[in-house]
């Protein structure tokens, strides 16, 4: 290795991506014009055409796929609440319908007051959670002090922008990123797309195949300043949720002891949720849907209807058939 | 056809080591010693944001004397190549030795091809895990690389300073009595330099994975003044 001196005219400055393409080590294009005409977007090299193999993830109207499938990470949220930001995500990874891996990390602190959550192809984003945080340091040892959170969330979507060719063959990434804005005091969401739209979000968000249906859960669970148990069991909730409607999000996982990962991004910083507080607030959300469960009032059968043939429903059939005839006597 | 002079070789090479020499010693200096818990770099410099001493990566720091804009640049070029270093590899493949030598190689090569050599000294430390363990590597304007395991001094007066500081030197002293002995063998204890005219910056083991911190105005100010600052009883 050399040191690297670059002449004035052509220095990359505090972008690490830019360094890194300048020496040919860069997975994602530059992002500034000198990195777009020496750095050709690695996308083109993969083959693609309409005789490949579509990811069963991906579905025939994307257009063509990998021709192997690829390690896909899923639900991941991000809620505000009265000391910052929660973020937490499941743990599982899969391949097709197949489980990659059951303790996979899709939230990372991007650095000491930020973190960021990845959904998408696991490899491209694992790469993309690294050039990032390489990034944050890089510039603030350079420039001597750190970007703005804003500047911060622009250069992700400048990474997600770069990867648009690999995103159009199936290798989507969609990250989350939230963070502490120490100027304004208040916790920060921004989410993405995969063309690198970048939009910040007021209070809460989820992404990922599961994404839906923890949106939902946190829409319905939201209220301004809760606190951090609130936050953590809403969270928890949600990913419960998600992992109840879609095959890909992993929920806890009590044999192994594997539970999903929780953060909190406060003033103090980024600091994950201990286990142990993960699990009891599984714990609770467990007691709370089982005891719902339970208590359920089962739907009135109409006695008139013949039974099906299910010979284990009968009892209960008749059971209901009773109570229907003395409410028909009361009256 | 004008024939160029003929230069002797030694006179050619002593004039720009001359010139080298003369304009880092009207730079202010700076020392760096290893205390208990890590490294210390305190420099003379009343700027709050043009730094003599930087972070280069997770136990490195670097320290100019000399022209800026040169020591600058190597700081920035140091900065490249570990960050590009610890990714192509991994962050404890990422050592001061090894860049030590880069500097040294392209510092010699500035002064043996160029026209004008570097009219800057740099200093390159690491600290280790356990004391003992830490390095400290002195990079003079023509490439020479003197290799320390104790203290430095760097720019004009090195060799005074050096002596001063050799002299107050103990193994194990505290943050506090470190700081107190590199501003004495600054000043040779003829003038007074408060802490605003001071940049001091530590790499301190109990910092985390990234170990440097820079020790702002207050606390040197405290330092000095002989008490234990909280931020340093409780190892941050």
């Known amino acids: 290795m050399t040191l690297p001196m670059f002449p004035p005219g052509n220095d990359p400055g505090?972008?690490?991506?830019?360094?890194?393409?300048?020496?040919?080590?860069?997975?994602?294009?530059?992002?500034?014009?000198?990195?777009?005409?020496?750095?050709?977007?690695?996308?083109?090299?993969?083959?693609?055409?309409?005789?490949m193999l579509t990811a069963p993830g991906g579905g025939e109207g994307r257009g063509p796929a990998a021709p192997f499938q690829v390690t896909h990470g899923t639900t991941i949220c991000a809620v505000r609440y009265g000391d910052g930001v929660i973020m937490a995500g499941d743990r599982r990874a899969t391949s097709g319908s197949a489980i990659a891996h059951r303790t996979m990390e899709k939230v990372h602190a991007a650095d000491t007051h930020r973190g960021v959550a990845i959904a998408g192809a696991a490899g491209p984003a694992m790469e993309m959670v690294r050039i990032f945080q390489l990034q944050l340091e890089h510039y603030e040892k350079v420039e001597g002090q750190a970007l703005s959170l804003e500047g911060k969330a622009n250069q992700l979507s400048q990474m997600v922008r770069a990867n648009l060719g690999m995103a159009m063959q199936g290798f989507v990434v969609v990250p989350l990123f939230a963070g502490y804005d120490l100027r304004r005091a208040k916790g920060r969401i921004y989410t993405y797309?995969?063309?690198?739209?970048?939009?910040?979000?007021?209070?809460?968000?989820?992404?990922?195949?599961?994404?839906?249906?923890?949106?939902?859960?946190?829409?319905?669970?939201?209220?301004?300043?809760?606190?951090?148990?609130?936050?953590?069991?809403?969270?928890?909730?949600?990913?419960?949720?998600?992992?109840?409607?879609?095959?890909?999000?992993?929920?806890?996982?009590?044999?192994?002891?594997?539970?999903?990962?929780?953060?909190?991004?406060?003033?103090?910083?980024?600091?994950?949720?201990?286990?142990?507080?993960?699990?009891q607030a599984f714990g609770r959300v467990i007691s709370h849907l089982s005891s719902a469960e339970v208590n359920r009032?089962?739907?009135?059968?109409?006695?008139?209807?013949?039974?099906?043939?299910?010979?284990?429903?009968?009892?209960?059939?008749?059971?209901?058939?009773?109570r229907a005839t003395a409410a028909r006597k009361a009256k | 056809m004008a024939m160029p002079f003929y230069v002797a070789p030694e006179q050619f090479m002593k004039d720009k080591?001359?010139?080298?020499?003369?304009?880092?010693?009207?730079?202010?200096?700076?020392?760096?010693?290893?205390?208990?818990?890590g490294v210390l770099i305190c420099a003379e410099n009343s700027?709050?944001?043009?730094?003599?001493?930087?972070?280069?990566?997770?136990?490195i720091a670097f320290a100019g004397v000399g022209k800026y804009n040169e020591f600058d640049q190597l700081r920035v070029s140091g900065v490249q190549h570990a960050d590009i270093k610890g990714y192509q590899f991994s962050r404890e493949d990422v050592d001061a030795r090894s860049l030590a030598n880069l500097y040294a190689r392209y510092m010699g090569n500035v002064f043996t091809h160029e026209m004008k050599p570097l009219e800057v000294e740099i200093l390159v430390a690491e600290v280790g895990a356990q004391p003992g363990e830490d390095q400290i590597f002195h990079i003079l304007y023509d490439g020479t690389v003197v290799d320390?395991?104790?203290?430095?001094?760097l720019g004009g007066e090195a060799e005074t300073i050096t002596a001063r500081l050799a002299r107050a030197y103990k193994a194990e002293w505290s943050l506090g009595d470190a700081l107190k002995a590199s501003v004495h063998a600054l000043t040779g204890g003829e003038r007074e330099l408060s802490s605003r005219e001071l940049e001091v910056a530590v790499l301190d083991r109990g910092n985390g994975r990234r170990a440097f911190r820079r020790v702002l105005e207050a606390e040197v100010a405290e330092l000095l003044a002989g008490k234990q600052p909280a931020a340093v009883e409780a190892g941050t």
């Open chain 1, 14 to 51: 505090p972008n690490f991506n830019e360094v890194l393409h300048r020496l040919g080590f860069g997975p994602f294009p530059g992002s500034g014009p000198s990195g777009a005409p020496g750095a050709p977007a690695r996308s083109g090299g993969l083959p693609s055409g309409p005789g």
């Open chain 1, 193 to 279: 797309d995969p063309t690198g739209g970048r939009y910040e979000e007021t209070d809460y968000h989820a992404d990922g195949s599961g994404g839906r249906d923890a949106r939902t859960t946190i829409k319905l669970g939201f209220t301004d300043d809760m606190s951090r148990e609130e936050g953590i069991d809403l969270c928890v909730r949600a990913l419960w949720q998600a992992a109840d409607e879609d095959s890909a999000t992993g929920g806890p996982d009590a044999v192994r002891g594997i539970f999903p990962t929780v953060a909190t991004i406060t003033a103090q910083g980024f600091e994950r949720v201990p286990e142990a507080e993960v699990a």
């Open chain 1, 297 to 322: 009032t089962p739907p009135p059968v109409d006695p008139d209807e013949p039974d099906q043939g299910r010979p284990s429903k009968a009892p209960a059939s008749k059971a209901a058939a009773t």
């Open chain 2, 17 to 37: 080591a001359d010139f080298a020499r003369k304009n880092i010693g009207r730079g202010r200096p700076l020392v760096a010693t290893v205390y208990s818990t």
């Open chain 2, 47 to 59: 700027s709050r944001s043009l730094h003599k001493v930087s972070e280069i990566y997770d136990r």
């Open chain 2, 148 to 153: 320390e395991d104790r203290f430095t001094a």
